[in-house]
C-alpha cells in the first residue's frame, strides 16, 4: 500500500509559478512510475505529465509542455512537478498517481494509488 500527500498548491496571478510536490510513503518507491493530472470544474481528468521509476524518462501532455516539469527524487520519496508561466485553463484540482511499472502512462485506470489532490487556481 502506497500513500500519496501533495503539497505546493495555491493561488497565483497568470505568469506566475508553483511547484507541487508528492511524498509517498512506503520504501518501494523507486519501483512506482509516477504522473500527475489534473481536473478543472466540468472537465474530465487529464494527464499533465508523467516520469519514469529511474527519472530518466519524462513525458509531458502538449498543453504543458516548456512550462511544467516533472522530476523526483527517489531518496526523499517525492515527485514534483514546477509549473511555470501558469495560465487561468491550468487552474484544477492536480492528482498524483503511482503505478507498478517501470514507466508512466497517459491513461488513468492503469494507475494503483492515487493522492488526495490539491487546488491550483491562477487568475488573470
Known amino acids: 500500500q502506497v500513500q500519496l500527500v501533495e503539497s505546493g498548491g495555491g493561488s497565483v496571478q497568470a505568469g506566475g509559478s508553483l511547484r507541487l510536490s508528492c511524498a509517498a510513503s512506503?520504501?518501494?518507491?523507486?519501483?512506482?512510475?509516477m504522473a500527475w493530472f489534473r481536473q478543472a470544474p466540468w472537465k474530465e481528468r487529464e494527464f499533465v505529465a508523467g516520469?519514469?521509476?529511474?527519472?530518466?524518462?519524462?513525458y509531458a501532455a502538449d498543453s504543458v509542455k516548456g512550462r511544467f516539469t516533472i522530476s523526483r527524487d527517489n531518496a526523499k520519496n517525492t515527485v514534483y512537478l514546477q509549473m511555470n508561466s501558469l495560465q487561468p485553463e491550468d487552474t484544477a484540482i492536480y492528482y498524483c498517481?503511482?503505478?507498478?511499472?517501470?514507466?508512466?502512462?497517459?491513461?488513468?485506470?492503469?494507475?494503483?494509488?492515487w493522492g488526495q489532490g490539491i487546488q491550483v487556481t491562477v487568475s488573470s
Open positions: 498517481a503511482a503505478r507498478l511499472a517501470p514507466v508512466a502512462t497517459t491513461i488513468g485506470h492503469m494507475y494503483n494509488y
Open positions: 512506503g520504501r518501494t518507491f523507486s519501483t512506482y512510475g
Open positions: 516520469i519514469s521509476r529511474s527519472g530518466s524518462t519524462t
